[in-house]
Nanobody
């Protein structure tokens, strides 16, 4: 059974940092593309960052230079280092694995397996 479990969320002040982790289990091998998404109240879920197994990363413009996605295939972990956090980063954050054959980008529909999410709240 495939499972993705996020952790590391919390409440921080603007300018602070958090590191999100996602433990992945149930796959026969590491998925070729993993991503982080977020959903704020009343808004659609949006892609934050993705990483291909070849190391290629994609970021949404609003987090470029502040967030870093990384993976540890040996430990089956995916990470999102978030620095210089802003109130507009407040959301539920989800990790996800791409559907086989999908482009490794930030499109929600290209990702088929999802975690339950971890809440990030940034106060001003």
């Amino acid at each position: 059974q495939v499972q993705l479990a996020e952790s590391g969320g919390g409440s921080v002040q603007a300018g602070g940092s958090l590191r999100l982790s996602c433990t992945v289990s149930g796959y026969k091998s590491w998925r070729y593309c993993m991503g982080w998404f977020r959903q704020a109240p009343g808004k659609e879920r949006e892609g934050v960052a993705s990483v291909h197994s070849d190391g290629t990363t994609v970021y949404t413009d609003s987090v470029k230079g502040r967030f870093t996605i990384s993976q540890d295939n040996a430990e089956n972990n995916l990470y999102l280092q978030m620095n210089s956090l802003k109130p507009e980063d407040t959301a539920m954050y989800y990790c996800a694995a791409a559907r086989p054959g999908s482009y490794c980008g930030l499109t929600t529909a290209d990702f088929g397996d999802w975690g339950q999410g971890t809440q990030v709240t940034v106060s001003s």
